[in-house]
Every structure is written in C-alpha cells, then in structure tokens.
C-alpha cells in the first residue's frame, strides 16, 4: 500500500492519504458468513474511512481556496 503525506496549513502534522481500498477478490471470502469480522466488513469500514477523508480533503481545499480568493 502507497502512503503520501501532505501538511496542512492547520495542522502541525502531517497526515496520512488513504488509497482508495480494492474490493475482495472472490477467493478472498470463503461465502460462508461465518468470518467475523469477514473480508467485506474490512473493505466497507476502510471505504468509509476513505471517503470521510476525501471529502474532509475536498472541504479543506474549498475553504482554502475561498480564502485565497478573497486576498
């Protein structure tokens, strides 16, 4: 898995890009329910943690522009 950082004006730290999670391929989940947590529990909660961020990423940017626009 690739990481990037990038700084944020706001923050001190810098802070972790997630990749865009990949689906499970078919012979990753054996199909059974049984798995806890199963493969595809996985990929949503870390799709979840990745769209949170790009949206996050998506308002930073906007509001940044917005203040640049206005100097």
Do not use: H
């Not at 923050?11 to 012979?27: A, G, M, R």
């Amino acid at each position: 898995m690739k990481i990037d950082f990038v700084m944020s004006y706001t923050e001190k730290d810098p802070v972790e890009i997630l990749e865009e999670p990949i689906p499970p391929t078919p012979s990753e989940c054996c199909g059974g329910g049984s798995c806890c947590p199963c493969v595809w529990d996985f990929y949503f909660e870390q799709k979840r943690l990745w769209q949170e961020q790009q949206k996050a990423l998506k308002e930073a940017d906007t509001a940044e522009q917005k203040d640049n626009s206005q100097v």
